[in-house]
């Protein structure tokens, strides 16, 4: 594998996951926070010793050699609520299925374990080596694919696969939903979306075929490397098979059946889908084809759908699953436990606002959005659900230098937007929303909040239907709750485009890069296409471009300065109103034995480099 130049910085540093995980500046600390200790970095940080394997299984003999077989050893076991779906890279909606997506197809480039484990890569995966600069702008590039690759039926896969991926995300009769995140992210190709909106012609848009082995992409602005890379390695980006996507496809070529089951799907990936019930169980079995075959210890992956979370820790205490989150409750059960994981959520939980809905005309009353933010006491509900407290949206996560390992939040402009008491002011919530309510002429408001229904999301929601309320005067405010499941909610979210009265409220929180905090925005620009509320703001697109293509980008503090800006064009006016930052808790098997000694940026806890210890 060859690596970038830029080592990719990991959260593994005692020091740095503590402030991470507190989620405070200065002296600004939670009671209710977890906290870590060097002391108890061996004992909680996995149950791990500095080796790596679990010091309850040191006894045992590693049946997995010296290092990885062909075929592998051991089948990770998880359970999972969330369905995948489908494994159409080019239409998936949940973040879920984009796991199990990367698992079984290729991307460009990809994230990679370090050689110690102690950090992650960016590094070539299809791709034989890091884009070629053909310019001298930084505005052309050309990649060269990896010789030899295959897809699980022994065909090529070769740059005949990635351009024919190319065209059809881009393709204005499918009308994928993942086609911005190719055209616009990390890079803008040029002409892409103009061709994805039918307002150019293939011809014109900046990819092309050059060899077997080599294609090119031009740019509307200038870029390096890492940038190149990071947008190519999108889990939107995996490879689809053309036959088995033209078989799959409908007589006037609007949609497709590719990855909606095995019969039309096929694996090119580190895994291979070997069988596969959608909405309940799916295996995969190790791909001794993957370029990187040598670094999967694992034989196979078996994951089963269950949707009750006490279900689920059952199946772990009757040792039928290899690691389980864990809710509110249940980590309070296993809190001591040496087998739990914990590692900061990169995302932040925010309260979603439907500002265009016909029926609540007062959601689009910047005063009234203002209030709900000042009127959440998100210390108490994040001691109450063993989170930490957020008044901010970019993560602890987030990482704004990656050579100095300094995150977003260690900065003072990230330290300068954030609040005291985490937000919560309820003099200034109260006085706040007593003038929106006289502004629209209301006595009294009742609003619904839809959520997921997960233990977490509904503990969340309850605080706020009590809380609320109390503050704001029983008699005047009322917030009604409705839970349903994710994908459903994730499509009533989203209807908003095509039916304003969709929702009122809703939770949101997305997952971005968290390498590159100025592009993790993206989700609230005018022309992403799976938004989750009608946020549209000229500045705010402004200053995005700018943090992600200005050609002053790259000087010294320039990107740091829009990033704070973005975050406070979001909270300022409550177009989103930030809660609590989640941190993962897991419970983990000892026959399970992590290659990480911890939580790492863009790979998490390396479950697929996992090995299994009999």
Request: proline share 4%; charged share 25%; glycine share 6%.
């Amino acid at each position: 594998m060859k690596k970038t130049k830029k080592m990719l910085a990991a959260m593994l540093a005692v020091s740095t996951l503590a402030a991470a995980l507190s989620g405070c500046s200065g002296g600004n600390k939670t009671d209710g926070s977890l906290e870590f200790t060097e002391a108890a970095s061996a004992d909680r940080n996995n149950g791990t010793t500095e080796a790596g394997a679990s010091e309850s299984s040191e006894a045992k003999t590693d049946p997995n050699g010296e290092k990885p077989s062909p075929e592998g050893y051991g089948i990770l076991r998880e359970a999972s609520t969330a369905k995948i779906g489908s494994l159409n890279p080019l239409t998936y909606t949940q973040s879920y299925a984009s796991t199990q997506i990367k698992r079984s197809s290729m991307t460009l480039y990809g994230y990679f374990p370090s050689a110690d484990y102690t950090a992650c890569e960016i590094a070539g995966e299809l791709a034989a080596e890091e884009p070629i600069q053909m310019d001298e702008e930084g505005k052309v590039w050309q990649i060269k694919v990896r010789e030899g690759c295959v897809w699980e039926n022994g065909d090529t896969l070769d740059a005949n696969d990635v351009y024919y991926t190319w065209k059809m995300i881009l393709d204005p009769k499918l009308a994928n939903l993942r086609a911005s995140n190719f055209a616009n992210d990390a890079i803008e190709i040029v002409k892409a979306m103009d061709y994805f909106q039918g307002n150019a012609s293939w011809d014109e848009v900046g990819l092309k075929l050059i060899d077997d082995h080599t294609l090119e992409i031009h740019t509307v602005s200038m870029h390096n490397p890492t940038e190149v890379m990071i947008h190519l390695a999108h889990p939107a980006n995996c490879m689809i098979n053309e036959e088995y996507y033209e078989k799959g496809m409908n007589a006037d070529r609007t949609e497709t059946m590719y990855g909606t089951s095995q019969e039309h799907y096929i694996s090119c990936g580190p895994f291979l889908v070997e069988n596969w019930v959608n909405d309940a169980e799916i295996t995969f079995k190790k791909n001794p084809n993957y370029p990187f075959a040598d670094r999967i210890w694992l034989a196979g992956i078996n994951i089963k759908v269950v949707e009750d979370s006490s279900t689920q820790m059952q199946l772990f205490e009757n040792g039928e699953i290899d690691y389980v989150q864990l809710s509110t409750s249940n980590y309070l059960k296993y809190e001591e436990d040496p087998r739990v994981l914990l590692a900061p959520y990169n995302s932040v939980r925010h309260v979603v606002v439907n500002t265009i809905n016909p029926e609540k005309p007062i959601l689009a009353n910047e005063k009234f959005r203002q209030a709900l933010y000042y009127g959440v006491d998100r210390e108490n509900l994040a001691s109450l659900t063993k989170q930490d407290p957020a008044e901010y949206i970019v993560p602890t996560t987030h990482m704004m230098d990656l050579n100095k390992n300094i995150t977003f939040r260690d900065t003072e402009e990230g330290k300068a937007n954030r609040k005291e008491n985490y937000g919560y002011d309820p003099e200034k919530a109260k006085q706040l929303f007593d003038e929106a309510m006289s502004e629209e002429g209301l006595d009294k408001l009742t609003l619904t909040m839809h959520y997921s229904d997960t233990e977490l999301m509904a503990q969340m929601s309850e605080f706020l239907q009590q809380s609320w309320p109390k503050l704001f005067g029983a008699d005047r405010f009322e917030l009604k709750l409705q839970a349903m499941p994710a994908n459903q909610l994730s499509q009533v979210k989203r209807g908003w485009q095509t039916n304003p009265a969709s929702y009122e409220l809703s939770w949101g929180g997305w997952v971005g890069n968290d390498l590159a905090p100025w592009n993790a925005f993206k989700y609230w620009t005018s022309f992403y296409s799976n938004k989750n509320e009608p946020f549209i703001n000229e500045e705010f697109d402004k200053v995005f471009n700018a943090a992600n293509f200005a050609d002053d980008r790259f000087d010294e503090g320039v990107r740091l300065k829009e990033v704070a800006e973005m975050e406070r064009l979001l909270i300022e006016p409550a177009n989103v109103i930030p809660v609590t930052q989640d941190i993962y808790k897991y419970l983990k098997a000892d026959r399970l034995q992590l290659s990480t000694n911890g939580y790492v940026n863009r790979i998490g806890f390396a479950w697929d480099y996992s090995k299994i210890i009999e």
